[in-house]
């Protein structure tokens, strides 16, 4: 049976089998449907009913015994309602059913009819029976007391001695090599374990990309950026973070396929990263025209040489060069470049020239100065003309382009600040020459759909205590947004912004000023617990509240509830008692705990929540049999992250993946 995604699909399956699903698709608060088939399949497996396949009934006999079972166990609660999983149901695990009048699992939920493969388990998680087909049988196999069995099994793994730890680990490297996809796995995990010696961490990139994120020795760089495999050679120039102008002009002169030294070329521009000036020099002579435009990115350009790019035969180079030569040309240069044959060139050098001289109507009409440049009209000097003409009859976006513009006349200002349009208007709004009566006069509402960038000219006076303060005031919210920003403000703006309408402000203030108060820390902590910028704050900001914080320990809010285990004064038993939290949020921060045992880590293992298993994986305290489990199966990657990982395994690990690579290579 092929794999389902759910949908219509999996509700005609389930109709064909006489079950009717119930409520949506979620995750079940019981054992993970992965782990409750291991009853079922594992070679230690007992069947509580052999049914053979050759008996003239079997469906029917399969349907009945099952349903026997099922009902003996207590599968189906008050109301009907049970828990599915079989090959086929997608990827979300359990299904919430309930049976049909007429219903045939045995002859619907297999590989064919007769031949059935599902496991049902009741709401509560503490029953299961299952069905898998042998060779010449079908088993159904039924387990009670599921919770009691896996707390035993979660105990009797963390009461792992020293010995049996030892003992563990000699496993991993028993028996035939581990298969590629899991020597992968551990270059991967290896790569981001803290606990991976340095020397250890240059013989991974071979396996892994992620390896190559951090900063690794100049000669560990100098032989990746050698590598005959070019997905190497290309990978490491855009990861690696401290590549030096020279081994980029060994890597660029040393490349001599012409595509991949264009690749290349726009890697180095891309990361704006210096480049040696004889490479530079190198590359604007290439023979081909894409590298020598890429050249006319480059940092360490020669001035010289961006005026030579500047007159290159090929437009597209010209296209380029025009800019970064600009400041350098004298005055015949850029008369060639504003009548280039070229329009682009055309137009490009055309916004270059009118940064410091009016641009009549005339110019703007016959130049395509806004398709060269997209800021064209927001950053040139316009004449008056063309200015008041754009402003009273241009475009939309040509409006809204003007409206940014510094250099534009007051009154033209004001006459985009009464533009029927929003966006022009809030365009206008945003500027900083007006008055703080003037802004207030133009209205504008937060479109919680629509993400602001923050103004420039708010944040170059972060540093101005008074200005501080008059902005602070302002009626604008992307202003007050802006000085939220800063890291440090007077008292009296935190205490102002502190108690914002704009919860963005406070927000803001939360993640970038040192100054934040700990009553608004605490108070943004209900609603938001970090971004991809600042993912530690508010909670990981000095004045976070770190004390008092056990009063939270029975808080209705999961939120509120993990903070507890932030107080001193907590415990491993209340580590212990929230590793059992019925909120996946608050089970997750116990699995973080350096207090927790290393039975619940075992527990938390069989998580329902995957983020929560994790976690656990991830924890120093897992037990190495379960490790080991981990990384000769589906969670590699992860346990190879584990840094409670001992250093004579991590360098046995790193000798496998080394050795598959060879083997691989051979």
């Excluded at 534009?408 to 703080?436: C, I, Y």
Aim: glycine share 6%; aromatic share 6%.
């Amino acid at each position: 049976m092929g794999i389902m995604r759910g949908g219509a699909e999996l509700v005609e399956l389930l109709g064909r089998a006489g079950l009717e699903m119930v409520g949506e698709r979620r995750v079940e608060e019981v054992l993970p449907a992965p782990f409750a088939w291991r009853y079922v399949t594992a070679w230690q497996a007992e069947p509580s009913v052999t049914v053979a396949s050759d008996r003239p009934d079997l469906v029917g006999d399969l349907n009945a015994e099952w349903h026997r079972l099922a009902s003996d166990a207590g599968i189906f609660g008050a109301d009907g309602v049970f828990l599915v999983d079989f090959p086929g149901s997608g990827t979300d695990g359990w299904v919430r059913v309930r049976l049909c009048d007429r219903w045939d699992l045995a002859g619907v939920l297999g590989e064919r009819s007769g031949q059935p493969e599902f496991v049902t388990m009741s709401l509560d998680g503490d029953v299961l029976v299952g069905a898998t087909t042998e060779e010449y049988a079908v088993w159904l196999v039924a387990v009670d007391r599921v919770r009691q069995r896996r707390e035993e099994a979660a105990r009797m793994a963390g009461l792992e001695s020293p010995e049996e730890r030892e003992a563990a680990w000699e496993t991993l490297f028993r028996g035939p090599r581990c298969p590629q996809r899991v020597l992968d796995a551990w270059a991967s995990g290896l790569s981001l374990n803290p606990a991976t010696p340095a020397q250890l961490r240059p013989l991974l990139p071979a396996r892994t990309s992620y390896a190559l994120y951090g900063a690794l020795p100049a000669e560990a760089v100098d032989a990746l950026l050698a590598d005959p495999d070019w997905e190497v050679r290309s990978r490491a120039a855009a990861a690696q973070p401290d590549i030096t102008p020279g081994q980029w002009a060994r890597v660029l002169l040393a490349e001599q396929d012409e595509r991949q030294r264009w690749l290349l070329a726009m890697t180095a521009a891309e990361r704006q990263a210096r480049v040696a000036e004889d490479a530079c020099r190198a590359l604007a002579a290439d023979p081909s025209a894409r590298v020598r435009s890429e050249a006319a990115r480059l940092r360490g350009l020669p001035a010289s040489v961006a005026v030579q790019l500047a007159a290159d035969p090929a437009d597209g180079v010209r296209a380029v060069a025009c800019r970064t030569a600009w400041p350098h040309l004298d005055a015949a240069g850029r008369e060639a470049l504003l009548a280039d044959s070229h329009a682009i060139v055309r137009a490009r050098s055309r916004v270059l020239y009118h940064q410091d001289r009016p641009m009549p109507r005339a110019v703007f009409d016959a130049e395509d100065v806004e398709g060269a440049d997209g800021r064209a009209l927001e950053t040139c000097l316009l004449e008056r003309d063309l200015a008041e003409h754009l402003a009273r009859h241009g475009e939309r976006a040509q409006r809204r382009s003007l409206a940014a513009n510094p250099r534009l006349d007051p009154d033209l200002v004001a006459l985009l600040a009464e533009d029927h349009d929003d966006g022009v208007r809030f365009e206008v709004s945003k500027r900083p020459d007006l008055t703080e009566e003037q802004r207030s006069g133009i209205p504008v509402e937060p479109d919680p759909g629509t993400r602001h960038f923050e103004l420039d000219w708010v944040k170059a006076l972060h540093h101005d205590e008074d200005a501080m303060r008059r902005l602070a005031a302002s009626s604008h919210f992307l202003v007050r947004r802006g000085v939220a920003r800063a890291r440090h403000l007077p008292p009296d703006v935190v205490e102002r912004l502190a108690r914002d309408e704009d919860r963005i402000v406070q927000l803001f203030l939360a993640e970038s000023c040192d100054d934040a108060p700990a009553d608004l820390l605490l108070r943004v902590w209900r609603w938001w617990d970090g971004s991809l910028s600042t993912p530690d704050r508010p909670r990981g900001h000095p004045n976070f509240p770190r004390h008092d914080l056990l009063r939270y320990a029975d808080d209705p809010s999961p939120r509120m509830r993990r903070l507890a285990l932030d107080d001193p004064e907590s415990t491993p038993e209340l580590v212990e008692r929230l590793s059992r939290d019925m909120s996946e949020e608050v089970r997750y921060r116990a699995a973080t705990d350096p207090r927790l045992s290393a039975t619940a880590a075992a527990r938390l293992l069989e998580d329902p929540h995957e983020h929560v298993r994790q976690a656990a994986a991830l924890h120093p305290r897992m037990p190495a049999r379960l490790l080991v489990g981990l990384l000769r199966g589906g969670g590699a990657e992860t346990a190879a992250r584990n840094p409670g990982l001992p250093v004579d395994v991590v360098r046995r690990m790193v000798d496998a993946v080394v050795a598959g690579a060879v083997a691989g290579a051979g």
